[in-house]
């Protein structure tokens, strides 16, 4: 699919916007007429629900509101398709990195960094444990015996790619 971008004129006012992510799953667009908030929740490892909440501005006229909105619906059915295309490319074995147009994909490149640098924090406390780390397990349950038995299991189960002969 082509993405296409067109240039709203800046000098309009019903297109002007601030944007704010919170990292890692919301973001929050004011314009002069609604604001929206748009959370992004993970449901497997290959899919995602997104919820949008609007709010009107009550100074809105009915015509600038639904202008804005159908605005916004196209962009983000838009990004839509463009994310499912990129997942199917993905689960074909198909990955390319394009690059983003950094004036008009600024939320994606700052997003894509946040996850970049939050993974590579992680990875690096892993490293200095020498273990991994589930965020959200309960520190009582790593440290009971059968983190022992997980450990010795994690590394039967990383040797099976290289002795075939451990495999279940």
Known sequence: MRHFIFNKDQADGQFRR??????????????????????????????????????????????EFANICAFYKQVLDEDNELCEGAQKNLGAGVFTSGNLNPDKER??????????????????????????IWPATPVARLDNPSADDEAFCSHVDACTSTKPGLAW
């Open 18 to 63: 601030a944007i704010a992510f919170f990292h890692p799953t919301t973001s929050v667009t004011c314009t002069d007429n609604f604001f929206y908030i748009q959370r992004m929740f993970p449901t497997s490892a290959i899919t995602s629900k997104i919820e949008c909440e609007v709010y009107r501005h009550q100074n809105a006229g009915d015509e």
């Open 107 to 132: 939320g994606p490149l700052f997003f894509q960094e946040q996850v970049r640098r939050t993974l590579a924090e992680h990875r690096s406390k892993e490293q200095k444990l020498g273990r991994q």
